[in-house]
């Protein structure tokens, strides 16, 4: 690509309700605040420009301070600023830099956010302009992030080379009130124009129901209940397989959040990183449960960031017992995980066996 410009943009509270258990960050930052939680998109765009060469003509155009000229600046990328935005910035500056790169006829927009960030992208831009995301957020089910920043950087460097093709990906978002409530509302805002290649960009997550697909979960869950019957801490993750297991030992369980289980009996409901490290401080025995998200196969990274690098580095990675039905796993080519630790995502890596019923297990592959 002879000349390039890339419109790039940060927002900068993304992911911030992650870790602090609140399930997302819209309308809840304050509160978010309030229960220590730290900016960490910068962090994740500062991974994806990192050693990233750019042909001689590109240009990044962006805004000014944390929105993007920071990370830029520090990463050594020739960029031009475009657009001031305030201190404190909103979903509204998001749309004005948009517009801002549609009269500047940019070649794509590289954002750094979550499916909120990606739904006010799509909502200037439309398929007028090719968009890749750098996964910041807590759910991201959209189809146009990369896998992690790598990825992302991987995807750019086939960008300027001419080596990607153009598809359509979702553009999904979800009620972030009600995803707290435990109700997971999925809405479709279109279909954006995203730049792939195999293995670096992630599918929008599926919801399947049907009779076969219980039968499976009821068999993980049976299977799951006779081991966890040791004097162990059982840390498990969200989503309906790891429900089934809590509703065969009739216990309650957070559907979308992170529970944990002793001796068969709830001891954490709903938990964060915090309590999720106070619960597990000077225990012997401890087991992570986890499921990956349907279609795009996120075991770690993906609306469990409360089950964060720091607490899987405390109970081992050792520990952890992914579960998913045939079903699920037929359709994920494999398997990936984005804990925002590049060491620990190496660790996780490779092949694992997944449990997909009594007793029964599949090999699939993990990439980081």
Not at 229 to 241: A, E, F, M, R
Not at 253 to 282: F, H, R
Not at 294 to 312: D, P, T
């Amino acid at each position: 690509m002879a000349r390039c410009k890339i419109g790039f943009l940060i927002n900068p509270i993304s992911g911030m309700g992650g870790s602090v258990g609140l399930k997302g960050t819209d309308g809840v930052l304050d509160l978010a605040k309030e229960r220590g939680a730290s900016p960490v998109a910068h962090i994740k765009a500062e991974q994806a420009l990192e050693n990233l060469d750019t042909p001689e003509a590109t240009v990044f155009l962006t805004a000014a301070g944390n929105m993007g000229e920071s990370v830029l600046k520090s990463a050594g990328i020739t960029y031009r600023v475009i657009y001031e935005p305030p201190l404190v910035t909103s979903a509204g500056d998001t749309e004005k830099i948009c517009r801002l790169f549609l009269d500047e006829k940019v070649d794509l927009i590289l954002f750094c956010g979550g499916d909120g960030t990606a739904r006010d992208v799509y909502s200037v831009v439309q398929e007028r302009i090719p968009v890749l995301g750098i996964p910041a957020g807590v759910k991201m089910y959209s189809g146009v992030f990369a896998l992690n920043p790598a990825s992302a950087r991987e995807l750019l460097k086939a960008f300027f080379g001419g080596k990607t093709i153009m598809g359509e990906s979702e553009i999904l978002d979800i009620d972030e009130e009600k995803y707290r409530e435990g109700v997971l509302d999925i809405r479709l805002f279109g279909y954006a124009k995203t730049p792939q290649m195999p293995g670096l960009i992630q599918e929008g997550k599926a919801i399947i129901h049907d009779a076969s697909e219980e039968i499976s979960k009821a068999e993980i869950a049976w299977f799951l209940s006779e081991i966890m019957k040791d004097d162990s801490i059982y840390i498990l993750g969200p989503g309906t397989t790891t429900k089934a297991i809590c509703d065969l030992l009739g216990l309650p369980k957070t559907l979308l959040g992170v529970d944990a289980v002793k001796n068969q009996k709830i001891v954490g409901v709903d938990l964060n990183e915090s309590e999720i490290l106070d619960l597990i401080d000077g225990e012997d025995k401890v087991t992570i449960i986890v499921s990956p998200l349907g279609r795009q196969g996120a075991i770690l990274g993906r609306g469990n960031q409360q089950i964060s690098a720091r607490v899987i580095r405390k109970v081992g990675v050792e520990n952890i017992i992914v579960v998913a039905t045939p079903q699920k796993l037929r359709d994920l080519p494999f398997l990936f995980v984005d804990t925002g630790d590049r060491a620990l995502d190496s660790e996780l890596s490779g092949y694992i066996s997944v449990v997909c019923g009594y007793r029964m297990a599949q090999r699939k592959k993990v990439l980081r």
